[in-house]
């Protein structure tokens, strides 16, 4: 069986899906998951079908599936986000659930520090919507507010495939230490792809994603370069910062790494994120041309930068193309 074709919102490609297991996200309870447990929603692979897959519940699906309902309800799961944050977009994928799938849903949503119980208030973010067949269903939100949980209630059960929520990491500066080092590139700290030339075989948001890459697949990968030029990746800082050390870390990229790499920086407040990357051609080069190598961590520290300032944002440079696992760039607050 083949997935359906994916047209992609602004959303889904410029926001770091928080609901990711990968990221730390969990289910931390669901109503019930008798033919496929709830955490399979949560799994960074594209979902599959396997013909002739059976398990002891029944037909095996690569996905979240209740018992058929008799008792009347609905059935929900709750996801603890990888890390709070403001909820950009929601994916409600159906894929491969064909005769199974759920007719509708909603989700809720809460901010706590534990997880939820009997007391915890949900507002709901996304109200009853129709679902299809194997597909994709795709919900823009307007919202500032920030959350740690999701609940996705289905109406009345059935299976899904993934739950995605895409959405941007919110981290309370106000309390750090000024004179300390901080990762201001990570994710979890409220740094952002901004844009990127090229992702023909990786997802760039994993280049800020915590820990190391397990795989060629965990990281930023481009297609090979058959033109003059370079690729590029530009990244929005958590917190404007002096820049003191910068990791390039190539791992698992052996015939495959850039041959050099170079990283520009500058100090933004204003403009968009099309005027940013246009802008971004013209930044300070931060930190010259270096050779890089394969399947290895590449450390810079102020000795090899230029002095550029204070920055907001930097441009990782990968002469000519190639792949690289996580940029992580750790700087004194501005």
Request: charged residues 20%.
């Amino acid at each position: 069986m083949n997935a359906p074709s994916v047209d992609f919102p602004d959303f889904a490609t410029r926001y770091a899906n928080l609901a990711l297991a990968d990221f730390g996200a969990k289910v931390v309870s669901c109503s019930n998951e008798w033919f496929g447990p709830a955490e399979r929603m949560l799994q960074p692979a594209e979902p599959v079908f396997i013909v002739g897959k059976f398990d002891d519940h029944g037909k095996w699906m690569d996905g979240w599936e209740t018992r058929r309902r008799r008792d009347g309800g609905y059935d929900h799961a709750v996801v603890r986000l990888g890390v709070s944050g403001v909820i950009k977009g929601i994916d409600i994928d159906t894929s491969h659930f064909t005769g199974n799938f759920p007719p509708a849903a909603s989700v809720q949503a809460c901010y706590c520090e534990g997880d939820p119980d009997d007391t915890t208030v949900w507002t709901e973010i996304v109200p009853s919507t129709t679902l299809s067949s194997s597909s994709h269903h795709f919900i823009a939100l307007d919202d500032e507010r920030r959350w740690t949980h999701c609940r996705l209630n289905i109406y009345p059960d059935g299976g899904v495939a993934r739950f995605r929520v895409f959405g941007q990491p919110a981290a309370d500066w106000s309390s750090k230490d000024p004179n300390a080092l901080h990762e201001v590139s990570a994710l979890a700290a409220g740094g952002r792809i901004v844009g990127y030339n090229d992702a023909h075989f990786g997802v760039p948001f994993r280049l800020i994603m915590p820990g190391r890459g397990v795989n060629m697949g965990d990281g930023w990968e481009t297609r090979r370069r058959r033109e003059p030029g370079y690729d590029w990746c530009v990244v929005e800082l958590a917190h404007p910062v002096h820049v003191e050390k910068i990791e390039v870390d190539t791992a698992h990229f052996k015939g495959n790494y850039p041959d050099r790499v170079s990283i520009q920086a500058a100090n933004v407040t204003y403009g968009t994120d099309q005027s940013i990357i246009t802008q971004a051609m013209f930044w300070p080069v931060l930190l010259p041309e270096q050779k890089a190598q394969p399947d290895t961590q590449h450390f810079y520290t102020t000795e090899h930068f230029n002095d550029v300032g204070p920055v907001t944002h930097v441009k990782l440079n990968m002469h000519p193309d190639g792949g690289v696992s996580r940029l992580r760039v750790w700087g004194r607050l501005a």
